[in-house]
């Protein structure tokens, strides 16, 4: 059992993330992990955190279980998009991509799924026929 609020362990592993201190922010969050392993907000931290440290075996597990908890989790498809691209795995990163703005069409992940793949999606002021 954690003896750490949980609430306070994801701000801290957050800030740590956001430090660019992944390795302490594993570390902080492990034991909530240990005691709580499917925390949607721990295993995004850890995923993030994995990421940042190339660990894309172990950050892409993290993303995955969070897809597992919530198939709508449009972060976890854009994250798991993230890890394939880093990984040069072009086609799961367009198909995790294209799951990410379907579910939530934020710029973000669109003009991630842009750059990879112009012809994903349609150009803005006109219909996409497939043959630009």
């Given at each position: 059992m954690?003896?750490?609020?949980?609430?306070?362990?994801?701000r801290r592993a957050d800030q740590l993330v956001a430090a660019r201190r992944p390795a302490e922010a594993l570390?902080?969050?492990?034991?909530?992990?240990?005691d709580e392993?499917?925390?949607?907000?721990a295993l995004e931290l850890a995923g993030r955190a994995y990421f940042a440290r190339a660990q894309l075996?172990?950050?892409e597990r993290?993303?995955?279980?969070?897809?597992?908890?919530?198939?709508?989790?449009?972060?976890?498809?854009?994250?798991?998009g993230r890890v394939a691209e880093r990984r040069s795995q072009m086609t799961e990163a367009v198909s995790h991509y294209r799951v990410a703005v379907a579910l939530d069409p934020?710029?973000?992940?669109?003009?991630r799924l842009r750059s990879i793949a112009p012809a994903a999606l349609p150009?803005?002021?006109?219909?996409?026929?497939?043959?630009?």
């Open positions: 954690t003896t750490a609020n949980p609430v306070e362990i994801l570390d902080t969050l492990a034991p909530l992990l240990s392993p499917d925390t949607r907000s075996d172990r950050a993290s993303f995955s279980r969070l897809v597992e908890l919530d198939p709508t989790d449009a972060y976890a498809r854009f994250a798991l934020r710029p973000e992940y669109t003009d150009h803005e002021g006109g219909t996409h026929t497939g043959r630009e």
